[in-house]
Structures are given as structure tokens and as C-alpha cells.
């Protein structure tokens, strides 16, 4: 009897400790996770403000930007194009923001006249040799109005005029740029004879590219403005190398022989010409000098005409003493007699400056 109270006593001290640390490890529980769900709400509100700030961003006084939600614009027209300054729109994948440059300088190039190289042997300024032949797999090249193959490349410098039509009405707007001096270097080398592209007329064909790419662009109405073709090279083929250059060498000896030839014109041509109005000058002069001296004679004439009409004799006489005088200067003895008594013709001797007589040497004794 005594035991059994003991049974019952001990089963119910035992059993009371139990509950009791059960509902304090369940509290503990329940407080913990409260904590927990308190801090993770916490951080996803903290993560949630960071993703919300991430959508912020800047645009540069040199660009402007559109957000396309889902893959389509924000906003229609000039309203979709935002303005420098900070702007917000919802983090990928909700937004996507596109940033375009205005004023920057953008670039396009073309190699589809090119041969084969690879990005690695262009950066290191290396070239592949060349093959037997052309393989118009992966060789590119261009054909020349005279029916030659030529190599060309260029590069297209534009700006983005409309960037809302630069972005909208194209997939991928640079890739029509692209396109357009593809067509325009194919082209324009169809229209050149291969000396005027690789020596002649360098500056024309590049001319006829810009126009040619300009006016493909302005077509298509891509909202960019070009601005020149920059780094345009044309070589021939490699394989023929040799035979370009015996023919350009050629073409400079010739010009060489031509210009000393134009030069050897020129000389003698001046010359010529010198000598000719030298002479031209000189017969007018002296026929100045004549003409101005037959006149003056003439006028002297004039003036001495009516002396001989009245006395001719006396007047012949007058001059031809005078003109005696100045002839016979040196004359230490001047005698002239006109004529004879009987009418006869006189002969008239003189003798000037004599030559004194030699002296003959004494005889010996």
C-alpha cells in the first residue's frame, strides 16, 4: 500500500518537467523564427531598394537614351528620347536602357573587297602570304572598269543625326551603314580604271565612294549624317605585285620622258619667242629711226627747196664746197677746179696723207 502512493508520486514529478520545458523550447522556436522572418523582411526591403536604385541612370550631355520596356519604347516620337541629366527606369529584364552618342565620331568598316586576314594578324600588322591564285572563297576583291581585279577597303566616319529613327527603323542600323559602303566601294571600283584607283586619281575615287555611301544612307533614311571616307587603300592582287609595279614603273618613265620632252618644248619654244620679239623690236626701231629721219630730211628739203629754185647754180656750188670742206678736213691745200676752159671734163687726183719720201743711202767713196 505504501509503495503505490510512492508510484504515483514519482510519475507525476516526473511528467510535470517535461511539459514544462517543451513549451519553453517552443516559445524560444517561435521567437527565433519571428526574429528570422523580422531580419528577412528587413533584407528584402533593403535588396528590393537596391534593385529599384539600380534603374537609376545617367545620361551624358553628348547622348541621348531610350527605355524600352518588353522590347518596346517608352513613350512615341521625340517623347521616347531622353535628355542629359539622371533618369529611372525599372532594372533589366523589365527596362533596357539604349544610350546613343550625338556628337560622337562613329565608324564603319569594309572589307569585303579585302582578302583574307584575320583580327590577330591585323593587330600585329602581319599579312598571310600569298596563295597561287585567288580563292573567292574568302578572298575578297574588286573589278575595275577596264575588267582588272583590285583589293579596297575604307572606313566610313558618321554621325547620329536622329537617334530615334537611328534605333526604331532598324534592326540593326549600323549594319546598314555597312552595307551601304560595301555597295558603294564595289561600285564605285566598277566605274574606275585601275590606274586612276591605285595612282591617277586617288582623291576621285574616294570622292565617288563618300557620294555613293552618302546617298545609299540618305535612302534608307538611317538618321545619320556621314561624315568622309577615312583609311581607304586599294592595292592589286598580291599574287600579281610584280607586274603592277613594272607597269606603274613604266608609267613614271614615261611621265619623266614626257615632262623633260614638254620642258626641252618650252625652252626652245621661249626662246623662240624671245628671239622674235627681240628682232620684231629691233626692226621696229629702225624702222622708226628711218622713217624719222627721211622725215627730217624731208622737212630740211622743204625748207632749202626755194633757195635753189632761185638760184640753183650758185646753190650747188655752195653745197658742194661745203660738202668738200668737211670731207677734205685733213687737206692742207684744197684746189678745185670744176672744169676746164675749153669746156672739157677735168680730172681730179688727190692724194691724202703722202707717205714721206725714204731718204737713198751715201754712196761709199
Do not use: C
Request: proline share 7%; hydrophobic share 40%; net charge negative.
Amino acid at each position: 500500500m505504501s509503495d503505490h502512493p510512492h508510484h504515483s508520486h514519482d510519475g507525476h514529478d516526473h511528467d510535470h518537467p517535461v511539459v514544462e520545458t517543451t513549451d519553453a523550447g517552443s516559445q524560444a522556436l517561435s521567437e527565433a523564427l519571428g526574429s528570422s522572418f523580422a531580419i528577412v523582411k528587413v533584407v528584402m526591403w533593403v535588396l528590393f531598394l537596391v534593385f529599384l536604385g539600380s534603374g537609376f541612370f545617367k545620361v551624358e550631355p553628348d547622348q541621348r537614351a531610350i527605355i524600352l520596356r518588353f522590347g518596346k519604347p517608352v513613350g512615341t516620337g521625340e517623347k521616347a528620347l531622353l535628355g542629359p541629366g539622371l533618369h529611372f527606369g525599372f532594372p533589366p529584364p523589365i527596362d533596357e536602357v539604349e544610350k546613343i552618342s550625338i556628337t560622337g565620331i562613329q565608324k564603319a568598316t569594309s572589307t569585303v573587297g579585302w582578302y583574307y586576314t584575320t583580327p590577330e594578324q591585323e593587330l600585329a600588322g602581319t599579312e598571310p602570304p600569298p596563295m597561287g591564285s585567288l580563292n573567292p572563297a574568302v578572298d575578297g576583291y574588286a573589278l575595275t572598269a577596264d575588267g582588272n581585279i583590285i583589293h579596297t577597303r575604307a572606313t566610313l566616319s558618321y554621325r547620329i543625326e536622329d537617334p530615334v529613327r537611328y534605333v526604331f527603323s532598324f534592326v540593326n542600323a549600323s549594319n546598314v551603314v555597312q552595307n551601304a559602303l560595301d555597295n558603294a566601294l564595289l561600285y564605285t571600283a566598277a566605274h574606275f580604271k585601275v590606274d586612276d584607283i591605285l595612282n591617277r586619281d586617288i582623291a576621285g575615287f574616294r570622292d565617288a565612294v563618300r557620294r555613293r555611301a552618302t546617298d545609299l544612307i540618305q535612302r534608307q533614311d538611317v538618321g545619320v549624317v556621314v561624315e568622309d571616307i577615312v583609311d581607304l587603300r586599294s592595292i592589286p592582287p598580291r599574287q600579281l605585285k610584280p607586274v603592277f609595279d613594272a607597269v606603274v614603273t613604266a608609267g613614271q618613265n614615261r611621265s619623266k620622258v614626257l615632262n623633260e620632252a614638254r620642258s626641252y618644248e618650252n625652252q626652245v619654244t621661249s626662246k623662240a619667242s624671245a628671239d622674235a620679239e627681240s628682232r620684231v623690236n629691233l626692226a621696229e626701231s629702225d624702222r622708226v629711226r628711218h622713217v624719222n629721219e627721211m622725215a627730217s630730211q624731208a622737212e630740211r628739203f622743204t625748207e632749202i627747196l626755194p633757195t635753189y629754185r632761185t638760184t640753183p647754180d650758185l646753190f650747188v656750188q655752195a653745197k658742194l664746197n661745203e660738202t668738200l670742206g668737211r670731207v677734205m678736213t685733213n687737206v692742207s691745200e684744197k684746189i678745185f677746179l670744176p672744169e676746164r676752159a675749153d669746156g672739157k671734163t677735168r680730172e681730179l687726183r688727190l692724194l691724202l696723207n703722202r707717205e714721206p719720201v725714204t731718204p737713198k743711202p751715201a754712196a761709199n767713196p
